[in-house]
């Protein structure tokens, strides 16, 4: 199983309730990323990943008693490696404060909220 969306939609908290309700094992697809050197380097925007090495890593780690969540999902795991997807979405005008909270850039804010409004 996975949870994807967005930044900011509520992945991490739906996925924490819907793993311990289900007895999964949470795997958070960011935590995989930093804990095995798998950051090429960090912009103005946030940090970039080595998408290839990501995905690798992840295929080690997913079974069928595993919940994956993250945004980078649809881009590291492939067509198979869960049984179902969620996508989260969220009002745009609430994204907005999540990330005026989060201290995002104006760039990050406005590539976050496009992605959000157009679906990416």
């Not at 311990?20 to 798998?38: F, P, R, S, Y």
């Not at 990943?49 to 780690?61: F, G, I, T």
């Not at 997807?85 to 760039?107: F, Q, T």
Request: hydrophobic residues 40%.
């Amino acid at each position: 199983m996975v949870i994807t969306g967005n930044p900011g939609v509520g992945k991490h908290t739906v996925a924490k309730i819907v793993a311990k309700k289900l007895g999964l094992k949470l795997i958070d697809i960011n935590t995989v990323a930093i804990k095995n050197n798998a950051i090429i380097m960090k912009d103005n925007i946030g940090y970039v990943v080595d998408l290839k090495k990501l995905s690798s890593l992840l295929r080690r780690e997913i079974n069928k008693d595993c919940l994956v969540v993250g945004h980078l999902a649809p881009y590291v795991l492939k067509k198979g490696d869960a049984d179902l997807v969620i996508a989260l979405r969220r009002s745009p005008y609430e994204l907005k404060r999540v990330y005026a909270k989060r201290g995002y850039s104006e760039r990050k804010v406005i590539d976050n909220i496009s992605s959000e409004v157009i679906g990416v």
